[in-house]
């Protein structure tokens, strides 16, 4: 059985830092793309990044870009978030995801339906 586990949530104050983490465990599998997913209260799903295997592409939620990054390993399907310069609004369960479907465009990796396996959300709060 395939399992995300995330890590890294927490409080903090405007304007710090944070850094997210994401791992699989189980069953031994391939990625093409993993992902990192945000909701807040009140508010849809929205792919906050993404990261490509090949190629080592990127793709940021325009709120967000400048000020998060995201990394990873593929050999070992793991992917991390590096959150610069929070924002209240930055608050949200956070949701890691990877995909097996490799598809020609990044921008397939914004979607949800790109993904196979889900965490279960870390709680991210940025205080005023």
């Known amino acids: 059985q395939v399992q995300l586990v995330e890590s890294g949530g927490g409080l903090v104050q405007a304007g710090g830092s944070l850094r997210l983490s994401c791992a699989a465990s189980?069953?031994?599998?391939?990625?093409?793309?993993m992902g990192w997913f945000r909701q807040a209260p009140g508010k849809d799903r929205e792919l906050v990044a993404a990261i490509r295997w090949s190629g080592g592409s990127t793709y940021y939620v325009d709120s967000v870009k400048g000020r998060f990054t995201i990394s990873g390993d593929n050999a070992r399907n793991t992917v991390y978030l590096q959150m610069n310069k929070l924002k209240p609004e930055d608050t949200a369960v956070y949701y890691c995801?990877?995909?097996?479907?490799?598809?020609?465009?990044?921008?397939?990796?914004?979607?949800?339906?790109?993904?196979?396996?889900w965490g279960q959300g870390t709680q991210v709060t940025v205080s005023s």
């Open positions: 995801a990877a995909g097996r479907r490799v598809y020609s465009g990044l921008n397939v990796y914004a979607a949800e339906r790109a993904y196979d396996y």
């Open positions: 189980g069953r031994t599998f391939s990625t093409a793309a």
